[in-house]
């Protein structure tokens, strides 16, 4: 994909204006992303199982952008087919796919491996890792069809440090690392590139849920930057993935972390 094809275009020219979906866009990470990429005139598509990506695209729409909300559960065939639907019959076109939708927050409290049931660890692998697939496939073709396009999966820093007391959520991230590469090599032939990021923690509401409020603080002394990672530290990695910038880069993992783990 070129510059071109990925600057935002204003005015008359709109229908030819890029088109992101973002994956669990609803709150957290995914509602600041959904916002960034709003800004630059893309169009965006908030594919989540949580009713407040209605709430936020009617808020977005109310300011001039063109958000859309799709119910959308990543862990269920039809539900992704739907989506790929919504976004060929509305917008004819996809540009940018970011997979974020991920159980985190509904992770429960840290715990040994031995403690996780084998419910808890398939639902976790089904969202965060076959949600990644599925999504991918489905939505691949439009991709291909609108010339090329960019992949943004969102993995974390956990895989690198090994950090104990969610053996399935970290598990599930090193296989979204490992998917990145693999699908890297099979769409780069498309004009599609399909990089990682991995965060560090982040100070929000699931990451207080998980770890306890004082382990925000901690993680924040850890850093070579030492405060507290906002989501907003991800947007600038976004949207240079999404970017013309980032046209010869693909199936990497950036660690946006604060410095903490030097891939
Ligand atoms: N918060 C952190 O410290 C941190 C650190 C590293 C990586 N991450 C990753 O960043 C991403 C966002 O994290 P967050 O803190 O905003 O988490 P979050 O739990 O607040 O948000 C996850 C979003 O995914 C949605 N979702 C969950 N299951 C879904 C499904 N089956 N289908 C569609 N949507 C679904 C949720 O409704 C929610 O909107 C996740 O992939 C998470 O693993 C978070």
Redesign the pocket.
């Known amino acids: 994909m070129n510059d071109t094809a990925v600057v935002a275009r204003t005015g008359p020219d709109s229908a030819r204006r890029r088109v992101a979906v973002v ?2 866009g ?5 509602s600041t992303l959904v916002r960034a990429l709003a800004e630059q005139s893309t169009r965006v598509v908030i ?4 009713d ?1 990506g209605q709430l936020l695209a009617k808020e977005l729409t109310a300011a001039g952008h063109e958000v859309v909300f799709h119910p ?4 269920d065939e039809s539900s992704v087919e739907a989506l790929a639907a919504l976004c060929r019959d509305r917008f004819g076109r996809l540009d940018v796919l970011v997979n ?7 992770l429960g409290a840290k715990r040994p491996f031995t403690e996780i049931t084998p419910a808890e660890w398939e639902r976790v692998l089904r ?1 965060n890792v076959t ?1 990644v697939w599925l999504v991918t496939r489905g939505l691949v073709t439009l991709l291909r069809e609108s010339g090329g396009g960019r992949v943004i999966n ?1 993995a ?2 956990t895989v690198h440090m090994g950090v104990p007391g969610f053996a399935h959520y970290v598990a599930s ?1 090193g296989a979204v690392i490992a998917l990145t590469r693999s699908l890297a090599n099979e769409v780069g032939r498309d004009g599609i590139t399909v990089n990682a990021i991995a ?4 100070a ?1 509401e ?2 207080l849920e998980l770890s306890g409020a004082e382990y925000v603080p901690a993680a924040a002394a850890r850093r070579a930057i030492p405060r507290d990672m906002n989501p907003d530290d991800l947007v600038g990695t976004v949207l240079f993935l999404a970017s013309g910038g980032s046209d010869f880069i693909t199936g990497q993992t950036l660690v946006v972390d604060g410095g903490v783990v030097f891939s």
């Open positions: 994956t669990g609803g709150r957290g990470i995914g594919a989540d199982v949580a407040e959308t559960d990543v862990a974020n939708a991920s159980i985190y927050r509904g969202v949600g969102i974390s820093s991230k965060p560090g923690l982040v929000n699931s990451s």
